[in-house]
């Protein structure tokens, strides 16, 4: 796969029309990791960079065929609240309104995968009437018996049906490989939900 990013500031963004999903998600979630996952591409998006940057977002084309478009994490320490103007503007001005962005993924950390902002965003997100992913990232950080559960918490917690649900760590190939199979497949022939 042929991957290429470049980021956009204020108002800028693509022009080419090709199909954009958006990862949502906390500070240190682990958005960066899953787009180099899901690129096969280690080092495409910034791992543990500086936290909270809050200007930019950053578009990764996969392909001709879809980009992966990774916004600023919400909740970072103290300065989420004044932070949070800044964050819901720069979100709500590409949201709004654009006709590219097909679906959303929530990227939550397994071990911490309900926080109050975390369930915020997936309830704005489901008035936006757009397809919602549920991803769970560090799955190795778990427990076993947390592992095994984890997947049906998050369709609880979320409403989430079990294939729009994923839970990921550096050795999960095959569920990464799914959930990369099932972006291409919906940023091909998105669906509006009702
Ligand atoms: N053990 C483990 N660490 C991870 C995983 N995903 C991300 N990380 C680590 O979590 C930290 C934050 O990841 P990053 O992708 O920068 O999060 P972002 O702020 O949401 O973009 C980094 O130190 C990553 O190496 C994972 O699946 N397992
Ligand atoms: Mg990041």
Redesign the pocket.
Known sequence: MRAVHAEYAGTDLPRDGLPEIALF??????????INMIAGTRGL?????T?GKTRYRYFFRLDRRMYLV?LP?YGYSEASIRERGTWERLIRDYVSGRAALVAGVL?VDARRCDTPLDRELATWWSQERREMFVVA?????LNQSDAAKLGRDLRDVYGAPADRVFV???QAHRTVDRLRHMLFEFAKQPRVLA
């Open positions: 998600g906390r500070s240190n979630a682990g958005k960066s990791t899953l998006a910034h791992v543990g960079k936290p990774d994490g990227v990232t560090k799955a190795d950080k990921v760590s550096p």
